[in-house]
């Protein structure tokens, strides 16, 4: 069993959890995600690594409620354990392999989105520990929707805030404040990676290509029992069938079909409606958490 350390609510859908797993802990890198099983007949939840601690051997967690399963977990608290947590999973980010003498010289942008801000952290973090200069441009729907915020900003060099709405920050897109950066504020990036909804990672690839900027993205979101076995998270890269699961999360976003990863997304979305209504039945009866 693995106990649930803490937990606190970022907003009224997504939740934050440290999980007691000192083993997982003690391997974990930037970019790796590792599995979630709430109890013995639960459903196997992959969820991307937002940080962790060696010495107390805790890992944390994000998790945004968009269905049955994922409300399952933000239903347990702190005391409470979950059946089964496995990893670390998947490639680390790709920095982690770079000697302190390759990161010299190097500067970069990351692009937040949503709850993909969480997986984001530890990466900047890393780097930051690394001396390597980061900026940040975090980017949500409206004020209320933005997480991490102070968090980001104690390990990167720029933290910039967007909305949709204008409620905090730069009014707009984050392709669109990607632009100005780099366009009308003369920074000089030599790499870009987006974490976040799909539809924002195809367009901040595609203003990235404008720019003349690589890109990584995270494909974390196609992912369904880890193990590339269900082969939900298939996906075609540089015209190849990709496992994201087993050999990514993350890959280049130039060679991302990104069209393809959205319609499998799409792919079971009557189920998901329908375990979310289920769900929803029993918790009002008392049979859920």
């Known amino acids: ?14 939740c934050r959890m440290k999980v007691h797993a000192p083993r997982l802990a003690s391997s974990a890198q930037p970019g790796q995600f590792l599995i979630v099983r709430p109890d013995e007949h639960g459903e196997r939840i992959p969820l991307t690594i937002s940080d962790f601690d060696r010495v107390n051997g805790t890992v944390t967690i994000v998790t945004q409620k968009i269905g049955a399963s994922t409300s399952e977990i933000c239903a347990f608290e702190a005391g409470e354990s979950f059946s089964d947590v496995v990893g670390p999973l998947g490639v680390p980010s790709e920095f982690t392999e770079k000697s302190d003498g390759e990161l010299a010289g190097q500067r970069y942008v990351f692009i937040a989105g949503g709850v993909g801000t969480a997986p984001v952290y530890p990466q900047v973090k890393y780097l930051h520990s690394k001396g390597v200069p980061v900026d940040v441009i975090i980017g949500a729907k409206n004020a209320g929707l933005l997480i991490y915020k102070e968090e980001m900003a104690s390990v990167c060099d720029h933290l910039y805030i967007c909305t949709d709405d204008g409620s905090e920050g730069f009014k707009g897109m984050v392709t669109g404040l990607l632009e100005k950066l780099v366009l ?11 974490i976040g909804p799909m539809i924002m990672m195809k367009f901040a690839t595609l203003t990235a290509k404008k720019l003349g900027l690589p890109m990584i993205v995270s494909l974390n979101t196609l992912m369904v029992d880890g193990t590339g076995m269900c082969g939900a998270c298939r996906v075609t890269v540089g015209g190849r069938t990709r496992f994201a699961c087993v050999e990514g999360p993350e890959f280049d976003g130039y060679e991302v079909d990104f069209d393809e990863a959205m319609r499998r997304q799409g792919m079971y979305r009557t189920q998901e409606h329908e375990a979310e209504e289920r769900y929803g039945h029993e918790c009002k009866i008392g049979r859920g958490k």
């Open 1 to 14: 069993m693995f106990e649930i350390v803490s937990k606190e609510m970022l907003t009224p859908a997504i």
């Open 184 to 194: 009308e504020d003369g920074n000089r990036y030599t790499q870009a990676v987006a």
